[in-house]
């Protein structure tokens, strides 16, 4: 089925583990995205990318590293895990600028203990 | 700046009964609004989207929303709610201008009563 693949859905970390979360796409679009789901706060934007090769920062980037080597995949690098990272993580990806609105991947909850 | 308010953290109300879910924003220019629909333990899935045209809008699922230029308000609507309706909703503007950013509110959780 087409849409936003996210591996693992749940991972418990050490603080100070760094771990790899992974997104895939397959609908060929161009913008992908990561936000992190707290608890009355909404979605909080990560990191963003426009296309291959092309990455950019959101509103809480600290902490977390991105590229985009392909158009499909967009994975999110914790370096050092911290119990402020505990969250629900969501990919996500849109096929242009815009009014196409995101299709969503369906999460990895990560807690760091 | 840019922002989405959600006034209401929780609504509650009875299955067939009608619903009203608020969003207010504030954007530079006339935004790409949506709203989304999160169940538990899952990713956020697109309702219903505006960028132009009729400002009355359909959905999946029932719902609607209406664009309201002048109360900057895009709020979403169901004539009867049914029990799988529970959910946390979201709404979110972005997109114009050129910039892929979207701003989310902080969301909306419905409860629904037999």
């Known amino acids: 089925n087409a849409g936003v693949t996210q591996t693992p859905k749940f991972q418990v970390l050490k603080t100070g583990q760094s771990m790899t979360l992974q997104c895939a796409q397959d609908?060929?679009?161009?913008?992908m995205s990561w936000y992190r789901q707290d608890p009355g706060m909404g979605l909080r934007l990560i990191h963003y990318?426009?296309?291959?090769?092309?990455?950019d920062q959101g509103e809480v980037p600290n902490g977390y590293n991105v590229s985009r080597s392909t158009t499909e995949d967009f994975p999110l690098r914790l370096l050092s895990a911290a119990p402020s990272q505990t969250s629900v993580y969501f990919c996500?990806?849109?096929?242009?600028?815009?009014?196409?609105?995101?299709?969503f991947g369906s999460g990895t909850r990560l807690t760091v203990v | 700046a840019q922002s989405v308010t959600q006034p209401d953290i929780h609504i509650t109300v009875s299955e067939g009964a009608s619903l009203e879910l608020r969003c207010n924003y504030s954007?530079?220019?006339?935004?790409?609004l949506f709203w989304y629909v999160q169940s538990p333990g899952q990713g956020l899935q697109l309702l219903l989207k505006?960028?132009?045209?009729?400002?009355l809008v359909q959905g999946i699922k029932g719902f609607e929303a209406e664009f309201k230029r002048s109360q900057s308000s895009f709020n979403l609507r169901k004539p009867s709610v049914h029990w799988s309706d529970a959910a946390e909703y979201f709404c979110a503007v972005g997109g114009a201008s050129g910039t892929y950013k979207y701003i989310f509110g902080t969301g909306t959780r419905l409860k629904v009563l037999a």
């Open positions: 996500a990806s849109s096929y242009s600028q815009g009014a196409y609105g995101y299709t």
């Open positions: 505006y960028f132009s045209g009729d400002t």
């Open positions: 954007y530079g220019a006339t935004p790409y």
């Open positions: 990318s426009v296309g291959a090769g092309i990455t």
């Open positions: 609908m060929n679009h161009e913008y």
